[in-house]
DNA sequence: TTCCTGACTCCAG
DNA sequence: CCTGGAGCCAGGA
């Protein structure tokens, strides 16, 4: 297989996990990458995220944090006011730029898809 | 092709 | 507690 297919099914790989992450739960840019076997490619998680707007079906990538917890992707979706919003409907609080009560709803990969 | 940047993270000081 | 550097690697100039 060629670059671009690696690189495509990379994408694809990283997409899928997001989707899979339940509605009003979080998770890392890094737990991601571990996932997916490469973790030191978590900056490509977010690369990745990026490309992710108008991806049919939809994903979540605002159930997508820094290891902190911090909005840190909060500027690339439509108003900076966005990711939060959406994580608030979904019943997750949102405090000083970052997810309360992070590590109660923090969801890893490695661990939940067995 | 080289150089730079980045929705990250870890580690040293 | 905070700062800087390194590793990561796909794209754009």
């Not at 790989?13 to 840019?29: A, E, W």
């Not at 030191?40 to 820094?66: D, I």
């Not at 840190?72 to 939060?84: A, R, S, W």
């Not at 608030?88 to 898809?113: C, H, N, Q, R, Y």
């Amino acid at each position: 297989m060629n670059h671009s297919e690696s690189t495509r099914n990379f994408f694809e790989d990283v997409y899928d996990v997001v989707r899979l992450i339940p509605k009003g739960r979080v998770t890392s840019y890094g737990a991601i990458a571990a996932y997916l076997g490469s973790r030191g490619s978590s900056r490509m998680v977010g690369w990745a995220m990026n490309a992710a707007h108008g991806q049919k079906p939809p994903v979540p990538a605002h159930r997508v944090v820094n290891r902190n917890g911090l909005l840190t992707g909060k500027h690339h979706f439509e108003t900076p006011t966005k990711m939060e919003e959406l994580l608030k409907k979904e019943g997750v609080i949102v405090e000083k730029e970052a997810v309360k009560e992070f590590k109660k709803l923090f969801w890893d990969p490695s661990a939940e898809l067995l």
